[in-house]
């Protein structure tokens, strides 16, 4: 099994709803990532997740909350969005969160904030 | 300005050609590069790696060359298919700490029977 699985794959939301993005992976991997992006833009690094703890935060702001429950799944949980809030939300996994290890993307959450 | 980037620099081939994506990176600290490539719709899909202590790595039809001195990336796919069809990025991860990866403005490769 060499997949990351995001649910849901479209999401619309109102600005005043709260809603979770999930990721999960089973390949052992003990690094999780979230990434944002807006269209016809690269990806940018939102969290790192390093053996369940929050290793990096790009300075995100607070309407994004990370979990990483265990091992193996990862939430981004949305409150008080804007619309500018609306982008590809991609999940990525790696075996460890050393830099030289290869990062395996899920397919994405396509939100938009209404 | 707002449109900057809007476009993404685009490359255009014939089934069969070979193909040449290009990409520079601007911290000397990197050590570990990814190029990555996405179909529409989808989240990106690794294609190659290549560390700093080497300037060549080959793969199936794909071969990455980095030069360091000029910090250039490059990814050469040979006899390319429609189903290459996709946006390509560059990747950059930097020694130390954690795996931070920073992509480059990515390079759509379109690719007519």
């Known amino acids: 099994d060499t997949e990351v699985t995001q649910t849901p794959k479209h999401l619309v939301m109102g600005m005043t709803n709260k809603k979770s993005l999930k990721c999960e992976q089973h390949?052992?991997?003990?690094?999780m990532y979230w990434y944002k992006q807006k269209a016809k833009k690269p990806p940018e690094l939102m969290f790192v997740y390093s053996y369940e703890k929050l290793s990096i935060n790009e300075s995100v702001p607070s309407r994004f909350s990370p979990e990483c429950p265990n091992s193996s799944l990862l939430n981004l949980h949305l409150h008080a969005l804007q619309p500018e809030d609306s982008a590809l939300y991609l999940c990525?996994?790696?075996?460890?969160?050393?830099?030289?290890?290869?990062?395996?993307f899920g397919q994405g959450t396509r939100l938009t904030v209404v | 300005g707002e449109n900057v980037g809007l476009h993404l620099p685009t490359l255009s081939v014939q089934e069969g050609d070979n193909s040449i994506i290009n990409c520079a990176y601007s911290n000397s600290a990197s050590d570990y590069f990814i190029w990555y490539k996405q179909e529409s719709g989808k989240g990106p899909q690794f294609i190659i790696d290549?560390?700093?202590?080497?300037d060549k790595r080959q793969g199936q039809r794909v071969t990455v060359l980095l030069n360091k001195t000029v910090k250039h990336l490059s990814l050469q796919i040979a006899a390319t298919q429609p189903g290459d069809s996709a946006v390509y990025f560059c990747a950059e991860n930097i020694r130390g700490g954690y795996s931070t990866l920073t992509f480059g403005k990515g390079t759509m490769l379109l690719v007519s029977p």
């Open positions: 290549i560390r700093s202590n080497m």
């Open positions: 390949m052992g991997h003990r690094a």
């Open positions: 990525a996994s790696s075996l460890t969160g050393t830099p030289d290890t290869e990062a395996f």
